[in-house]
């Protein structure tokens, strides 16, 4: 239970980061001549846009985040920056692909053009987005296990531990000690019964 918490706490967080980065290119682009002329072409109204790369980068900065702090040590890069990156790689590819591509832009009269500019636009709010969760997460939780690990009972470590040398030395000698109260035991019992008999 404290382990779901945990990863859900941590990837709101790193949602939001991530969230706030998207936005913020989103915002820088979107005051360009060229994202103006995107917007003129695809007929994009200007505030309705800014409130959807908002919910975009909510939905692509949870699936980010979710899948790097679940599949942290499946991801084949070793620093949190790049493994973040390389899953907004693939989120890029998604949205790309996902609204239909080249497809989508034949109502205007430069499918080539505007595709590449929705996907340059694209892997600057992604490729920002990926930035900011992996630099959050390198410096907030980089020390922090992914998963709350629970300790093992102790009976369980002695089963695992028989053939660990020190391990055997020290039941030897619990062995011995236990001989040692047994006999002594035993001769105390005996001598309190000869002392029964000669009383009798």
């Known amino acids: ?89 693939a989120a890029l590819v998604i949205v790309t692909i996902l609204p239909g591509g080249p497809s989508s832009f034949y109502a205007t009269n430069n499918v080539v053009r505007y595709f590449i500019i929705s996907t340059v636009i694209n892997v600057i709010r992604i490729l920002a987005l990926g930035l900011a969760i992996g630099c959050v997460y390198k410096r907030k939780y980089k020390n922090m296990g992914h998963f709350v690990v629970a300790a093992r009972p102790v009976g369980l470590d002695e089963g695992h531990n028989h053939g660990i040398p020190g391990h055997k030395s020290k039941q030897m000698a619990s062995i011995t000690s236990i001989r040692k109260a047994t006999g002594n035991f035993a001769r105390s019992m005996d001598c309190l019964f000869e002392k029964q008999k000669r009383k009798v």
């Open 1 to 89: 239970m404290k382990n779901s918490k945990g990863i859900w706490k941590k990837t709101v967080v790193l949602t939001l980061v991530g969230d706030l980065a998207f936005w913020l290119a989103n915002f820088a682009i979107s005051r360009t001549s060229i994202a103006a002329e995107y917007r003129a072409a695809m007929s994009i109204s200007y505030y309705p846009m800014l409130l959807e790369s908002l919910i975009g980068g909510l939905t692509i900065g949870f699936g980010v985040s979710y899948s790097l702090l679940c599949f942290f040590d499946r991801i084949p890069v070793k620093d949190p920056i790049l493994k973040s990156v390389t899953l907004s790689a």
